[in-house]
């Protein structure tokens, strides 16, 4: 998904020189997992200019609805490997500091003033922006704040600037913004909106709370979604034991800081071992030595290996399909109702997590996609043609690349269409029918509650 060119990374991290090799044959063999590679893709550390395929339509056509589905920014770990030092990232936010943005400064001092802000239920009581000089467990970073400034840049000069989707009279109605109840979502949305409104105005800012990491609100009661996610788990688990090589890297990591293997193992050190790696720091050390790229590497490659089988196997599908439904109906309700002449939410936020985008991307179909990195970004486009004003069209773009025709629903309409975009119709009977088929069921409760034959 991402058109950005990689130079080859060699064993000791550094850029290898290009040495003349005899090429694989690309038909039959799959890509070469680079774990290095993929690591940094992951962090989305700030750095030139985005290009992006958002807001892109034939002259004729009409923008009139942009949702957007965001994993908050750059982190500090959830975990951390016991008896190490915990990495000393400062999660103060210093305009002189890079990554920085020209709109960090005003952006916290806007944030200081939001007393007029209607922030649903425990909300209100989460901080604005973060602000401690050791980094809390899960809090969001100044890397996670600059991402979100710069996305909400980007989307103000196409959706904006460009297509005058929210004008400078905007009003509360126009938007529908909802996080999870995580310090680190509420910040990564109040720094995208803070450069995407036209103008930031508090009274006129209405985030709701989403209590469930998968958005299902009222719809979450569903048996199966959660037996299909314990036989993913089961899969996990089942590749994790099979590989010999992560084996003997967690026995060695576990020898290094003086604990039982399985200790270290539920510690999840690849989360922790990404906060070092993106942040350019040294790994832990112990008396009895160090924690080295080369774990790192081989914990990482075991990741991408899960993610591929992942892919395989079509249980994470069959969970992706039900958790996801609650959220792609609410959308597909939305942009119904926007096609038919409303004129309320048309710019839509959800602040979320990976375990948010990860199965929206799967049961979309979008299987070419990468594990969202920090700060991804999902966007639903809704177009009017201007030629037949009663049609509308809809495009999917992951951080900033057009998905549209790799979805389920679109595949085969791209091959006889000269239409650079979807109808709107093929999302909705997807979202309304076809999601459901595979558990030979006609609806959403149906297909919850029935156990495969």
Known sequence: VHLIPVSPIREDGLNAKSRKRIMPDVLTEPPALDPLAEAQLYCNVPSSAERSMEGHAPHYFKLVAVQVLIRHGDRYPLYAIPKTKRPDIDCMLLPSRKPSHPQLEAFMKHMSKGSAAQLDGSLS?????????????????????????????????????????????????????????KSRTLQSALALLYTFLPDFDWKKINLRHQWSTIF?????????????LEEEQRRQY????????????????????????????????????????????????????????????????????????????KLYFLYALLATHPLLNQTAHRLQRIAEGKKEEVFVLYSAHDVTLSPVLSALGITEARFPRFAARLVFELWQDGKRPKEHFIRILYNGADVTFQT???????KHSSKPMCPL???????????FLIFNSTNYYDACHRRPL
């Not at 100044?142 to 905007?170: A, C, F, M, P």
């Not at 299902?216 to 299909?228: A, F, I, K, L, T």
């Not at 389920?408 to 791209?414: E, G, N, V």
């Open 125 to 181: 009581s989460l901080p604005r922006y973060p602000s401690h000089s050791l980094c809390e467990m899960g809090e969001l970073t100044q890397t996670g704040v600059v991402q979100h400034l710069r996305n909400g840049q980007l989307l103000r000069e196409i959706y904006i600037n460009k297509h005058k989707l929210l004008l400078s009279d905007w009003t509360a109605k126009q938007l529908y913004l909802e996080t999870t109840g």
């Open 216 to 228: 299902c609100s009222g719809s979450c009661d569903c048996p199966m979604r959660n037996h299909y």
């Open 408 to 414: 389920s629903f679109c595949k085969d309409y791209y």
């Open 238 to 313: 089942s590749l994790r034991v099979k590989n010999s090589d992560l084996e003997k890297i967690y026995v060695d990591m576990a020898r290094i800081v003086g604990i039982p293997t399985r200790q270290l193992r539920a510690s999840n050190p690849i989360d922790s071992l990404l906060c070092y790696f993106c942040h350019n720091v040294s790994f832990p050390c112990t008396k009895t030595g160090c924690i080295g790229m080369e774990h790192f590497k081989v914990i990482k490659r075991h990741q991408l290996e899960d993610e591929r089988e992942r892919q395989e196997k």
């Open 425 to 435: 119709e093929k999302f909705v009977t997807f979202v309304k029918r076809d999601m």
